[in-house]
């Protein structure tokens, strides 16, 4: 690990641990503020919060030399992950992405200008596009995707791969809980 890593490291580090004071701080606040009412769901949703922004940022990181960020990425992943020929509709895209036609076209825009994407006519529909992935896109892309991986594999490893396996359970139990197709039991069940 060069030094430089070891830096980047032990800032992750010290951000965790911040991260995590700051959240219990939250709980603590609302346990004096309302004890009438069991916080616990803030210190939950606390730390999905703080797990979403510090992952966004690491990402970032690994993504800022190909100018790109989380939000232009996923644009690239989704077409890549279509296969030949890398390309779909604004519509498929914003489905994949679980994002609005404005927050899409901005990242559409960005990729756009470099030169990672194309608008494409629509053969069967002239009243849509087709947004599908330049050379260039394709080959940035492709050389992000293990790096993206990577970073990621750096901080689920210490993790252990019974513990992952347990959270994806758990994860997806949540999903599930919060898309409302879960058991219907309260938070208080066990």
């Known amino acids: 690990m060069t030094d430089s890593n070891?830096?980047?490291?032990g800032r992750r580090i010290a951000t965790d641990s911040a991260a995590r004071e700051r959240v219990d701080e939250i709980f603590r606040q609302w346990q004096a503020e309302r004890p009438d009412i069991d916080p616990a769901p803030a210190r939950i949703y606390g730390l999905i919060g703080r797990i979403h922004i510090q992952s966004t940022a690491f990402i970032d990181e690994?993504?800022?030399?190909?100018?790109?960020a989380r939000g232009t990425f996923d644009v690239l992943t989704a077409l890549r992950r279509a296969g030949t020929p890398y390309s779909l509709t604004p519509k498929e895209l914003a489905?994949?992405?679980l994002l609005s036609g404005a927050g899409l076209n901005s990242r559409i825009n960005k990729?756009?200008?470099l030169h990672y994407i194309a608008r494409l006519p629509e053969p069967n529909d002239r009243r849509t596009i087709r947004i599908q992935l330049t050379a260039s896109g394709e080959a940035v892309i492709n050389k992000a995707i293990p790096?993206?991986?990577?970073?990621?594999w750096e901080?689920?490893?210490?993790?252990?791969?019974?513990s992952q396996q347990r959270l994806v359970e758990e994860l997806l139990r949540f999903a599930d809980a919060i898309d409302g197709s879960g058991?219907?039991?309260?938070y208080h069940d066990n």
């Not at 790096?147 to 990621?152: K, L, Y």
């Not at 901080?155 to 019974?162: S, V």
């Open 6 to 9: 070891r830096g980047k490291r």
């Open 62 to 68: 690994v993504l800022a030399p190909y100018d790109l």
């Open 95 to 97: 489905k994949y992405l």
């Open 111 to 113: 990729l756009e200008a």
């Open 147 to 152: 790096e993206v991986f990577e970073a990621q």
């Open 155 to 162: 901080r689920l490893t210490p993790l252990g791969a019974e």
């Open 183 to 186: 058991t219907g039991h309260s």
